[in-house]
Nanobody, 121 residues
Framework: VQLQASGGGLVQAGGSLRLSCAAS????????MGWFRQAPGKEREFVAA????????LYAESVKDRFTISRDNAKSTTSLQMNSLKPEESAVYYC???????????????WGQGTQVTVSS
């Protein structure tokens, strides 16, 4: 399995970014997709997840109502639309693929390389 994340960059506080993740090598629609982030010196934290069909989503409390996760099973892609970004959300964002429905990273067996998001104040 290969997961390729893209879309990171530098944005001012209050701005928006859209991250994308392309998957190859597995039946994409059979897996839960998630996004996590890790800032320097901090533990990796859950951001959002979407179930196999795309009909159910899960968000960290800190990003609810600002971030939207979506997926396109026909294209084997998942996206994370991030609005009203805050400086403290600067981190490397990772997409992940797994078989469990969880905010915990352990059920996610496959991980992308990460994409840097920097939010300036």
């Amino acid at each position: 399995v290969q997961l390729q994340a893209s879309g990171g960059g530098l944005v001012q506080a209050g701005g928006s970014l859209r991250l994308s993740c392309a998957a190859s090598g597995r039946s994409f629609g059979n897996y839960v997709m998630g996004w996590f982030r890790q800032a320097p010196g901090k533990e990796r934290e859950f951001v959002a997840a979407i179930n196999r069909s795309g009909g159910t989503t899960l968000y960290a409390e800190s990003v609810k109502d600002r971030f939207t996760i979506s997926r396109d099973n026909a294209k084997s892609t998942t996206s994370l639309q991030m609005n009203s970004l805050k400086p403290e959300e600067s981190a490397v964002y990772y997409c992940a693929m797994g078989s469990g429905w969880s905010m915990d990273a352990r059920p996610y067996a496959y991980w992308g390389q990460g994409t840097q998001v920097t939010v300036s104040s």
